[in-house]
Nanobody, 121 residues
Framework: QVQLVESGGGLVQAGGSLRLSCAAS????????MGWYRQAPGKQRELVAT???????NYADSVKGRFTISRDNAKNTVYVQMNSLKAEDTAVYYC???????????????WGQGTQVTVSS
């Protein structure tokens, strides 16, 4: 019904930048919050940043001042600009979105398949 597809991951040197994108498609009536999470090897998935439909943002302390989340509601797309990357930012990055597929349904949470970000030191 709803698909989230991430793009923009890759290999970058420490101090560099990457911009991830996540586009939602399918049966979409409305989208509430969207977010980015990450999971490093051997660790639990953790919050990176979230953004509401109105543009309010929330960041993990570890990325504040370095990452910026944004969204384009017309394109059902969320972005995260990642600057000053560190080796500890290496992880698989996942996006999610609270999506309503019809006016008669509530919001359900959907996840993308993940994109690898590797920061070399």
């Amino acid at each position: 019904q709803v698909q989230l597809v991430e793009s923009g991951g890759g290999l970058v040197q420490a101090g560099g930048s990457l911009r991830l994108s996540c586009a939602a498609s399918g049966r979409i009536f409305s989208i509430n919050a969207m977010g980015w999470y990450r999971q490093a090897p051997g660790k639990q998935r953790e919050l990176v940043a979230t953004i509401t439909s109105g543009g309010s943002t929330n960041y993990a302390d570890s990325v504040k001042g370095r990452f910026t989340i944004s969204r384009d509601n017309a394109k059902n797309t969320v972005y995260v600009q990642m600057n000053s990357l560190k080796a500890e930012d290496t992880a698989v990055y996942y996006c999610n979105a609270e999506v309503r597929t019809s006016y008669i349904f509530g919001y359900s949470l959907y996840w993308g398949q993940g994109t690898q970000v590797t920061v070399s030191s």
